[in-house]
């Protein structure tokens, strides 16, 4: 390449060369006008009036050394290119130019004369995460009561899994909202932090959480006694699996968000002579499988037989006690997992 070619080529407005000069990070927090903390989530920018806060950073499973975006309430995501499009309401080439111009780099002299940069609106503040509290009836619920009932689990179980019958949620950030339970509302709680499940709304109602990502679901209540313990996809199975079994048991946040690396290898791995992992019997929770056994091939998988059609423990235990057979559920559960003992 001649020198006039390399200078070009070093000087063109592109992408790639205005990462050569401010990292990702950095653009972000200028537009946003502060400096959010990755894997928090934060009210939107891209969304006036956001009371659901579901906008994160988070480096790129794919591209290591990118910070994507991730506005979960509209499913957008991406780099930082696409979250000014977004942010600014502008093209790709309108974002390079304006960073260009709000960073003083000096990259395409040619395109400056006649680019107006875009008056930026007030920066938004940064909002602290949200912090989610319960108000739990003093009484647990009829509807509270029959939940459990049907999957026969007990208070004591409840209780050591810090279950409870939610009366009133509250998000609180520079607000504090309210919002009485309409329906059965049942909150766990890990350290002060609250994972609200409400098992007959809505699915994108269902489940809210302000758990940090180091946190793993059913960890505080493991006792180490046993020599294997069971990876399952949440709280509710892993209350199931204590209350019928005495089985230790440990979830990931989120069906999409697996159990941290260090979890994994430093407590799983170390504490019990086997790891069992037991996700979904449906697409998503076999993928999820799958990549655990990938990433953690000393994990022994179990899965349903082919002519079961429930997607997890409780289904099966639930569809079968309906039909008087909930005791052959509960035998057909435990040896599974114990012929491979």
Not at 123 to 132: D, L, N, S
Not at 153 to 161: Q, S, V
Not at 218 to 228: D, I
């Amino acid at each position: 390449m001649d020198i006039l070619r390399e200078y070009v080529d070093e000087n063109l407005l592109s992408k790639t060369n205005i990462l050569k000069y401010v990292d990702d990070y950095s653009i972000y927090s200028f537009y946003i006008g502060s400096e959010l903390e990755l894997y928090t989530k934060y009210s939107s920018p891209l969304r006036i009036g956001d009371q659901d806060p579901s906008f994160s950073l988070y480096y790129s499973k794919y591209r290591p050394d990118k910070i994507w975006f991730k506005d979960g309430a509209t499913g957008v995501n991406g780099d930082v290119f696409k979250f000014l499009e977004k942010f600014l309401n502008v093209s790709t080439k309108t974002v390079l130019l304006q960073i260009n111009s709000d960073f003083g780099l000096g990259l395409n002299h040619e395109d400056m004369g006649v680019f107006q940069p875009h008056l930026i609106k007030s920066t938004p503040v940064r909002k602290e995460p949200t912090k989610i509290q319960i108000t739990s009836h003093t009484e647990e619920t009829d509807a509270f009561l029959e939940y459990w009932g049907l999957l026969e689990i007990g208070k004591e179980t409840r209780d050591k899994f810090y279950c409870k019958d939610v009366q009133v949620i509250h998000y609180i950030n520079e607000v504090h909202l309210t919002i009485d339970a309409k329906t059965l509302t049942i909150s766990y709680e890990i350290l002060g932090h609250y994972k609200i499940y409400q098992p007959y709304a809505e699915r994108k109602f269902k489940f809210r959480n302000n758990y940090l990502d180091i946190y793993v679901e059913g960890a505080l209540q493991l006792e180490f006694k046993s020599s294997f313990c069971v990876i399952t996809k949440s709280t509710k199975e892993c209350m199931f699996m204590w209350e019928h079994f005495c089985w230790e048991a440990v979830a990931g946040k989120s069906e999409t968000t697996p159990i941290n690396p260090f979890f994994m290898t430093n407590v799983l791995q170390k504490r019990y002579k086997k790891v069992f992992i037991w996700l979904d019997n449906d697409s998503a929770g076999k993928v999820a499988q799958a990549k655990y056994l990938e990433e953690y091939p000393w994990l022994i998988p179990i899965e349903f037989n082919d002519y079961i059609q429930e997607s997890d423990p409780t289904d099966l235990f639930l569809n079968a006690k309906a039909k008087g057979n909930g005791d052959i559920a509960l035998r057909y559960l435990k040896q599974l997992l114990e012929h491979k003992l």
